[in-house]
C-alpha cells in the first residue's frame, strides 16, 4: 500500500502518479487533499508519514509546489525518511543508499512525465544495506536524541 498526500498545489502532480499507480498495479490510499482550494500542506505530510511510521503503508509519495514543505513537515513524523526528488539519480540513491521510504516531489518544479518516472524509480529500487544501514541506524539515532561520534 502506498500513502499519497499533497497540498492544493501538488495535487495535479499526485493525479499524476495515481495514474501511474494504477498502471503499475500498486495499491494506494490518498490522505488529501482532495480539491484544488488551498490548504497546509503539513496536515496531510503528517497524515501520509504516520500512515508509513505505523507500517500500514509501506511507502509514501508527496506533492506540493516544490516538494519542500511537505518533505520538512513529513520528516518531523519519527520513522520517516523522505527525500524531495526532482531527478531520476536522487531517487534511485535515496532508495540504495538511504532507505528512504517517502518520496517529495513539486508540482511546479517537475512535469508529470518526469514525476513519474521519478516515481517509479523510487518504486522498484532496493535499499542496498551494508555500510548504508550503519547510517541509516544513525539518523535513527539522532531522532532518539542520542549525540553521535
Ligand atoms: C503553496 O503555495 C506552496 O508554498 C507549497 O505547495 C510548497 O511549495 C511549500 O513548500
Known sequence: ???LGSDHAGLPLK???IALLERMGLEYKDYGTYTEDSCDYAVFAQRAAKAVASGECERGILCCGTGIGISIAANKVPGIRCAACSDCYS?????KHNDA???AMGARVVGGELGQMIAEI???TDFEGGRHQRRVDQIAAIERGETLG
Open 15 to 17: 493525479r499524476e502518479i
Open 1 to 3: 500500500m502506498i500513502a
Open 122 to 124: 523510487f518504486l522498484t
Open 91 to 95: 531517487a534511485k540513491m535515496t532508495r
Open 101 to 103: 521510504n517517502m518520496l
